[in-house]
């Protein structure tokens, strides 16, 4: 017994000092999540995605501090391209707030963003850095509309040939006719492509719920951390079907008493 004893109070001192050698700002940079960036490259279109989770009372004051960094940077650099704010009906909270930056402030806005939710008591719940190869897009329209231009050079040509047949004539006119659509549309892709280059899409996203600090835990803090959840979340589920449950239970016992107390006041009811 006193072995056990020994053992169990070894383990707990063991925990205390990781848990002291994970001090705040070693939870900051947990939350924080990995510090990872994209290196800028000529054609290449990035877009990057990050989650927050806060106390649901903070998830709008955050969302107007990230709104009103985006707007100190300008219109040139930095614009507000949408938002949404949501309560549910379980007092749950969820925002987003989408933004378009100059490919050159993306990265440093991301890190600014998270480091003020760590501060404000929050944490990044993910992260996704996404990029794609635009300007091989751009110049495969290039290459197509010069193409284009080529093919439309030798229909139109044709075109101007006397002694042409009616036939052969309006062969040759559908042909540059779905030249002009597939050039349009080419010209359409390529633009869209130039777009997404000079200008990275940010979205941020916000949701309620419990930060968790305890990252650094071991697994015996860990563990008796998480059975203190499970009952927490057991006793709130009581409560609710309790308070669900008893109003309806009182309602039908009163309905009940109620039915048979009439019967037996009403003539020839039955006896009591």
């Known amino acids: 017994m006193r072995k056990a004893v020994v053992v169990l109070a070894l383990l707990a001192a063991a925990c205390g000092k990781k848990e002291e050698a994970a001090g705040p700002a070693e939870v900051a940079k947990q939350e924080a999540g990995p510090n990872v960036g994209v290196n800028a490259a000529p054609g290449i279109a990035v877009s990057y995605d990050y989650a927050f989770r806060l106390a649901a009372e903070k998830v709008a004051a955050m969302q107007e501090q990230h709104a009103s960094a985006c707007e100190a940077l300008g219109p040139a650099t930095c614009r507000v391209a949408g938002m949404t704010y949501e309560v549910s009906r379980q007092r749950w909270v969820t925002g987003t707030l989408e933004l378009r930056l100059a490919p050159g402030a993306a990265r440093k806005f991301g890190k600014g963003a998270i480091d003020a939710v760590v501060q404000g008591g929050g944490m990044l719940a993910s992260a996704r850095i996404e990029s794609e190869n635009a300007g091989a897009t751009i110049a495969q329209a290039a290459a197509n509309g010069a193409s284009y231009a080529d ?12 002694g042409l047949g009616s ?35 940010v979205m941020l996203r916000y949701e309620s719920g419990e930060v ?12 008796v951390k998480d059975g203190w959840r499970n009952i927490i979340w057991g006793f709130t589920f009581l409560l609710w079907a309790a308070v669900s449950v008893v109003p309806w239970v009182i309602g039908g016992g009163a309905l009940s008493w109620g039915w048979r107390w009439w019967r037996r ?5 039955e006896k009591a």
């Not at 968790?212 to 563990?223: T, Y």
């Open 151 to 162: 093919d439309k050079a030798r229909i139109e040509k044709q075109l101007a040939q006397p």
């Open 167 to 201: 036939t052969e004539r309006s062969q040759l006119q559908a042909q540059l006719a779905a030249l002009a659509d597939a050039g349009r549309e080419v010209k359409v892709a390529a633009a869209t492509e130039a777009a997404r280059l000079a200008s990275t899409p």
């Open 212 to 223: 968790d600090e305890s990252l650094s835990d071991g697994p015996i803090v860990g563990a």
């Open 265 to 269: 006041r009403a003539p020839g009811g």
